[in-house]
């Protein structure tokens, strides 16, 4: 049998997060005949790592501030990286992205591999020094083919080192579903997950929905997230006379619960570079409207033109909503089908095995044993 490769994965910090939740699920699937896997964080390691190590895989913690300006992370790495030795480092997220391309090939590093998650807009300066860092190291991997394609318009990436590498969602979201009671409007939730940010757009969804409210008196909005925008949203629904039919509920722990008791979901975020909230949701059935901002068109456009609406088109985006609460049973259902089949598009398995063949093909580039 041939020697394991030796891998490692670099995070600025292990808590919990949606780049943390995706080491999560592969932790459980990576091939360990094949690779000698360890997971590296800069520091906090909390939630995220304690699921890690319990699915076998070591997590080793570096104590140190990753920030960009601190040149302690960057040594404290590189004395890590020559004592473990690794075939391949792949760096997930900015700061990390950072360390690891600075001195990974320095610490004799054979395979430097480092991950874009979403759609960076940072200044010209650091522009530039991306476009540094991308020539530092083997590979730039990114989650959608629009992430890829920014980064080597806007921030100067070699076109040749690219690789496309879709999210994944957790296997419970594709359990069987239970098909709620079609309402025909009546008693109708729409219901929205994110961060309360502008990038997520829901002061634009809040008055889409107000025409919505004033011509269906059963329909609700849900919502569910926190952020700075709190009270701000609060006072936007109060003007609007929303109060008793649009719901802020904070950050909540049972989203999936929430979601599977709508009847539509909403992701009217302006940009994404893939649009993990969109995907989880149909996966559970849930038709669903999304914008066409960033990589949404590219993930789930299969939806059709009518449910992939301009995030700026406040009209719109009241239109696609009328228009789903007006849909017949039929149609909702062929719709949450669809939702469905193209969620199974991002499944774990597919996520790990495209990321194998990212490995292998490294490897073979290098002259490394990949068994196939």
Same mark, same amino acid.
């Given at each position: 049998?041939?020697? %394991?490769?030796?891998?490692?994965?670099?995070?600025?910090?292990?808590?919990?997060?949606?780049?943390?939740?995706?080491?999560?699920?592969?932790? =459980?699937?990576?091939?360990?005949?094949?690779?000698?896997?360890?997971?590296?964080?800069?520091?906090?390691?909390?939630?995220?790592?304690?699921?890690?190590?319990?699915?076998?895989?070591?997590?080793?913690?570096?104590?140190?501030?990753?920030?960009?300006?601190?040149?302690?992370?960057?040594?404290?790495?590189?004395?890590?990286? %020559?004592?473990?030795? @690794?075939?391949?480092?792949?760096?997930?997220?900015?700061?990390?992205?950072?360390?690891?391309?600075?001195?990974?090939?320095?610490?004799?590093?054979?395979?430097?591999?480092?991950?874009?998650?979403?759609?960076?807009?940072?200044? +010209? @300066?650091?522009?530039?020094?991306?476009?540094?860092?991308?020539?530092?190291?083997?590979?730039?991997?990114?989650?959608?083919?629009?992430? +890829?394609?920014?980064?080597?318009? %806007?921030?100067?990436?070699?076109?040749?080192?690219?690789?496309?590498?879709?999210?994944?969602?957790?296997?419970?979201?594709?359990?069987?579903?239970? @098909?709620? @009671?079609?309402?025909?409007?009546?008693?109708?939730?729409?219901?929205?997950?994110?961060?309360?940010?502008?990038?997520?757009?829901?002061?634009?969804l809040i008055q889409a929905f107000a025409e919505v409210a004033r011509l269906y008196p059963n329909v609700s909005l849900t919502i569910v997230?926190?952020?700075?925008?709190?009270?701000?949203?609060?006072?936007?629904?109060?003007?609007?006379?929303? *109060?008793?039919?649009?719901? +802020? *509920?904070?950050?909540?722990?049972?989203?999936?619960?929430?979601?599977?008791?709508?009847?539509?979901? +909403?992701?009217?975020?302006?940009?994404?570079?893939?649009?993990?909230?969109?995907?989880?949701?149909?996966?559970?059935?849930?038709?669903?409207?999304?914008?066409?901002?960033?990589?949404?068109?590219?993930?789930?456009?299969?939806?059709?033109? =009518?449910?992939?609406?301009?995030?700026?088109?406040?009209?719109?985006?009241?239109?696609?909503?009328?228009?789903?609460?007006?849909?017949?049973?039929?149609?909702?259902?062929?719709?949450?089908?669809?939702?469905?089949?193209?969620?199974?598009?991002? *499944?774990?398995?597919?996520?790990?095995?495209?990321?194998?063949?990212?490995?292998?093909?490294?490897?073979?580039?290098?002259?490394?044993?990949?068994?196939?």
């Amino acid at each position: 049998m041939a020697e %394991r490769i030796k891998l490692i994965r670099l995070i600025p910090v292990l808590d919990f997060g949606g780049v943390e939740t995706v080491f999560e699920l592969w932790s =459980e699937v990576i091939d360990r005949e094949r690779y000698d896997v360890r997971i590296c964080t800069f520091w906090k390691a909390g939630a995220a790592a304690d699921a890690i190590r319990k699915a076998g895989i070591p997590v080793d913690v570096l104590n140190v501030d990753p920030s960009i300006r601190n040149p302690r992370a960057s040594w404290t790495l590189a004395r890590y990286l %020559r004592r473990v030795r @690794p075939d391949i480092l792949q760096a997930s997220i900015g700061e990390a992205n950072f360390h690891a391309a600075l001195v990974g090939k320095m610490c004799g590093v054979p395979i430097v591999m480092i991950e874009e998650h979403g759609i960076p807009n940072r200044p +010209l @300066p650091y522009r530039l020094v991306h476009a540094v860092l991308y020539r530092m190291v083997d590979a730039v991997i990114g989650v959608s083919q629009v992430a +890829l394609d920014y980064v080597v318009k %806007r921030e100067y990436a070699p076109r040749a080192r690219t690789r496309l590498l879709y999210n994944a969602i957790a296997d419970q979201y594709f359990a069987p579903i239970q @098909p709620p @009671p079609q309402k025909h409007g009546a008693d109708f939730q729409f219901v929205t997950v994110g961060r309360l940010h502008p990038v997520k757009n829901q002061e634009r969804l809040i008055q889409a929905f107000a025409e919505v409210a004033r011509l269906y008196p059963n329909v609700s909005l849900t919502i569910v997230g926190g952020g700075d925008l709190h009270a701000e949203l609060e006072c936007l629904i109060s003007d609007l006379r929303l *109060t008793k039919r649009v719901t +802020l *509920t904070g950050y909540r722990g049972d989203v999936k619960a929430i979601v599977e008791n709508a009847d539509c979901f +909403l992701f009217p975020s302006l940009t994404e570079a893939f649009g993990i909230g969109a995907v989880e949701a149909m996966a559970r059935g849930l038709p669903t409207i999304a914008s066409s901002g960033g990589a949404l068109p590219e993930i789930i456009g299969d939806l059709g033109p =009518e449910w992939i609406i301009d995030p700026y088109d406040i009209k719109g985006w009241s239109r696609a909503m009328q228009a789903m609460v007006t849909l017949d049973e039929d149609a909702r259902t062929r719709l949450g089908r669809q939702s469905r089949q193209i969620a199974e598009r991002y *499944t774990l398995t597919r996520h790990a095995a495209a990321l194998d063949d990212i490995y292998k093909a490294m490897l073979a580039e290098k002259g490394f044993w990949a068994q196939a």
